[in-house]
């Protein structure tokens, strides 16, 4: 993992990050990689935008393969609309950006395709994806913290099992695709193991 410190804020870049976007400059079309990294910066900016709006900067930030972590100070917080507004900034810069390319007529360009598949998979509601943010700060808001850990575990299996299923047979139906298993697959370790475990 690179690490550097800007300021007060500390970066840390996981080689699993690196690693994807150098399978997908390989193995992609031209400046396909830098339209990934584009996106991916889009959706970490618009996560940071909606924190500095807030007045609650993150004192560390974590880049690996599922996206960025923007990690708070003890001394900070966010409250739990601001939170779940703040997890949903990210897709839905992505897909703004789809729409507005789509309504301009640019709706068969790799930069459509990237920023619509980000955003609809960061709104799927796993952790630790947005979208699964997102309904966690929900169910600690409105049912209390102990019950919402769980509620949202059980919540994030039901949509990953289906996920994996469907990754597997896009698998068996390419003989090369095997992306949307390996996300399953590294999603369902994340909630077994947990984020340390799993920091590449």
Known sequence: MLEFTLKSCRFQIGFSFLALLTFC?????SGSGA?????FLLH?????????LFGVPPER?????????LILSSKNSLTYPQSIAVSLLGPGANLFL?????LFGRGDT????I????GCLHLCPVEPLDGGLAVKGLLKWKIG???AETVSFFLSLTFLLPLAVLGFSVLLYSGTNFSLLAISVYLMLYLIFGEKDLSL
């Open 145 to 147: 913290e102990k019950r």
């Open 44 to 52: 970490e900016v618009a996560h940071l935008g909606g924190m500095l």
């Open 115 to 118: 920023n619509l598949l980000i």
């Open 98 to 102: 789809a729409g507005a390319l789509w």
């Open 35 to 39: 339209l990934l990294l584009f996106s």
């Open 61 to 69: 930030v974590t880049v690996s393969l599922l996206g960025c972590s």
């Open 25 to 29: 400059c390989l193995t992609g079309s």
């Open 110 to 113: 790799s930069l459509f395709s």
